[in-house]
């Protein structure tokens, strides 16, 4: 059981100003990491994206932009399954990220944590992200991309325990369907 949790924090629209990863290999999380990315919209924020995360442009005037950190990425992300929790805000950020710097599309599966959770647990009120983590009692920072990430990974695991997937490929199977990056 092998796949990497991604989560985007954003400045504006589609301009990613935090990316956070965590690798699942054999079903145990590894490393977790995130990167604070200079938007291509810099420096401008949107008030409100800039409230939900905290961060601001003085905290991105230092930070390379995506094209910059993108093959250190690439190694994370490239010929990988991914989860997201809402994945096709995440996926949408990345696609435009790559689109915006000319950058070729990576081979990519995914599927989104948030369908997952709705199959493994029909009766919370909320799939979102601080609700999961309220019911497993996973400590994290909320809406910083690193923590998201590794959340994700968390949820993740805990619902292919609930729906009894032990291989990726029972997640199309038995419950929903992995998408492509590049479709």
């Keep these: 059981m092998n796949f990497v949790a991604i989560d985007f924090e954003t400045a504006h629209a589609d301009f990613p100003c935090e990316i956070g990863l965590t690798r699942v290999t054999d079903g145990v ?18 008030p ?24 250190e990425l690439k190694l994370w992300i490239d010929d990988s399954y991914m989860v997201a929790h809402n994945a096709a805000f995440d996926m949408k950020v990345l696609r435009s990220a790559l689109q915006y710097y000319d950058l070729a599309v990576p081979w990519v599966e995914y599927f ?7 199959r493994a647990w029909k009766n919370l009120p909320s799939h979102s992200l601080g609700t999961l983590c309220e019911f497993h009692n996973i400590r994290f920072r909320h809406h910083r991309a690193g ?14 325990e609930e729906l009894g997937i032990r291989h990726l490929s029972d997640v199309e199977q038995k419950v929903l369907k992995i998408k492509r990056l590049d479709k």
């Design 29 to 46: 999380i590894g490393e977790s990491k995130s990167w604070l990315i200079k938007p291509a919209c810099f420096p401008y924020m949107n």
């Design 48 to 71: 409100w994206n800039e409230r939900v995360h905290g961060i601001s442009s003085a905290d991105l005037a230092d930070a390379p932009g995506f094209d910059e950190i993108w093959p």
């Design 112 to 118: 989104c944590s948030v369908s997952l959770s709705r």
């Design 147 to 160: 923590d998201d990430a590794r959340a994700c990974a968390i949820i993740t695991l805990r619902a292919f």
